[in-house]
């Protein structure tokens, strides 16, 4: 388990990570979700101690970052894909990881085969695509068999299939029991990968829930009718209280109204329906709504009375 | 610590560059030597004369042994290696030590290498062109062939210091080429302008350069042990300011 405690940054006048708390559990993978900018990766940074933050800090099963004696047996941590040399093969990137934490040699090439890296281990990195990268990445994740694994943005620029990938391995990984937090800045990405979301706007924790409820709580939800006659039933909606927008001349979107309601109105003013159907924005719709209520709240202009 | 140490080896020797600026850190003054003793005048070719061409051909190694030790802290800061690496082994102090010791040992290895290469065969071409290179009786040509290696060290750990400090690579290698060009010249007309007198006695690469040199101090310069240990003062306190630096900043 992770925990996060009172956890401030600054960066110069820069606050980019507010008093934020959250905890991660074991046995399923935890997204940590926000727009570009919002303090994810400074907010592992500090967890990993990279960064020194100004409050707080975090605790892996208990204990500081530092009190780990052997850190990559105990978290697997992949910050960025790119910190790696170029000139070096991606087999002696992985043997100075794990000669610092005394892992033997063979285990270097298990994870090369674990992430299908094995025939080209000896190439330098800087003839791998970005995704072999991240697939590195991973294996130096996995080098120590870690009980907890954090990863940011681990699927950036990968293709479907690369996604497909990372996500089946830490659906995997925390089937096992294991604790997984990964950072995205795409909701749709988090919700094929992720059973619970922590969600951080400007620095602050916005939610943590699991992704269903988080869903089901920041969606756009309307009602969509078709029919001859789409006027006269906008009007006995809107008079009920519900908000219409016109798609075309016999189609409308309803707020503020179910798709019962809808259908009840229709019957009882003898309106034909050609179409009546609930619609869910998407996921992305939900996300931007969450926080752009938080950046709206920190960007509004102060407005004297 | 052992283990930090061993890692920082592979990171050392698994990098192209190193093995590259190696192989120019011994082949200039191989080269060097091997053309003096050949081409020069037979009454010039004295132990300490050999002893000084070896001594100064390798000051080259030493410099680019400097710029292996510049660049394996300004690479990880370059490459966000250094990233990991803290991950990995979250005291910094004792990654630090670790890469000063292989850059150290490294260093000493290597130069004592070329210095005993370049000697050999060196006095080997002379012999056999008729001169006598003996080190029998030559306690200064002796004592300035192991002060050179130790010259060598001190100049990585400079490197280093400076790597640590400066974080780019590009300006950490032109601040260590520069220094006894630029840095020693800077310091001489501060120390002049203080009224200091014989200023070139504390210039610090100058002094630690009196190391390797066979010939033995004047009244202008510090003795052999003496800017030894004033040049390594001052690279002790470069490197532990960029330690300090190191440990305390964001990584």
Request: proline share 4%; with cysteine.
């Amino acid at each position: 388990m992770i925990s996060v405690v009172d956890l401030s940054k600054r960066f110069g006048r820069t606050t980019a990570v507010d008093h934020l708390s959250f905890d991660v559990m074991p046995g399923i993978v935890t997204g940590f979700l926000g727009p570009n900018g919002s303090g994810k990766s400074t907010t592992m940074r500090c967890m990993l101690e990279l960064d020194r933050p100004d409050t707080g800090g975090a605790s892996f099963g208990g204990r500081a970052y530092h009190q780990l004696s052997s850190p990559l047996h105990e978290v697997g941590a992949l910050l960025d894909a790119g910190y790696v040399h170029p000139g070096r093969s991606g087999r002696n990137h992985l043997r100075w990881l794990a000669a610092s934490n005394r892992l033997p040699r063979a285990r270097v090439d298990e994870v090369l085969e674990l992430v299908g890296l094995t025939s080209v281990g000896s190439r330098r990195v800087k003839t791998y695509s970005l995704g072999m990268r991240q697939r590195l990445g991973l294996a130096g994740v996995l080098l120590g068999d870690p009980q907890i694994v954090v990863l940011d943005e681990p699927a950036n620029g990968l293709d479907p299939e690369g996604i497909r990938w990372i996500r089946d391995v830490l659906v995997h990984l925390a089937s096992q029991g294991r604790t997984v937090l990964v950072s995205s800045h795409l909701l749709s990405e988090m919700a094929q990968m992720a059973n619970d979301l922590v969600v951080i706007g400007q620095g602050r924790l916005i939610e943590q829930c699991s992704v269903a409820e988080f869903v089901e709580r920041h969606a756009d939800r309307w009602v969509r009718v078709k029919s001859p006659a789409v006027d006269a039933l906008v009007h006995a909606a809107t008079s009920q209280g519900a908000e219409a927008s016109m798609v075309d001349a016999t189609t409308a979107e309803l707020r503020g109204i179910t798709t019962v309601e809808v259908g009840e109105l229709a019957a009882r003013n003898g309106i034909v329906l050609h179409e009546l159907s609930p619609q869910t924005g998407s996921l992305e719709d939900a996300f931007l709504q969450a926080t752009a209520s938080a950046q709206e709240f920190a960007a509004r202009p102060v407005v004297s009375p | 610590m052992i283990s930090t140490i061993n890692s920082e080896w592979i990171k050392l020797r698994t990098v192209r560059m190193n093995l590259v600026l190696f192989i120019i850190a011994v082949a200039f003054p191989v080269i060097v030597s091997v053309l003096v003793a050949s081409l020069g005048k037979i009454e010039d070719l004295r132990a300490s004369d050999v002893v000084g061409v070896v001594t100064g051909s390798s000051v080259v190694t030493a410099l680019l042994l400097g710029v292996v030790g510049a660049v394996s802290i300004s690479a990880e800061f370059a490459y966000g290696t250094i990233r990991p690496t803290f991950a990995a082994t979250p005291r910094r102090t004792r990654v630090l030590l670790a890469k000063a010791v292989v850059i150290a040992v490294f260093a000493a290895v290597a130069e004592a290498l070329v210095v005993v290469f370049c000697f050999l065969v060196s006095s080997g071409i002379a012999s056999s062109r008729g001169a006598t290179v003996s080190l029998d009786g030559e306690p200064e040509a002796r004592a300035a062939l192991i002060g050179i290696v130790i010259f060598a060290v001190i100049v990585s750990l400079l490197g280093f210091g400076i790597g640590m400090i400066i974080r780019n690579t590009p300006a950490a290698v032109a601040v260590l080429i520069l220094w006894p060009l630029v840095v020693e010249n800077i310091i001489f007309l501060i120390l002049n302008a203080a009224g200091v007198d014989h200023p070139q006695k504390f210039l610090p690469y100058i002094s630690g350069f009196g190391l390797g040199d066979p010939n033995k101090a004047t009244s202008d310069s510090l003795s052999r042990v003496n800017g030894g240990l004033y040049f390594a003062g001052v690279t002790l306190t470069v490197a532990l300011i960029g330690a300090l630096i190191t440990s305390r900043r964001d990584a």
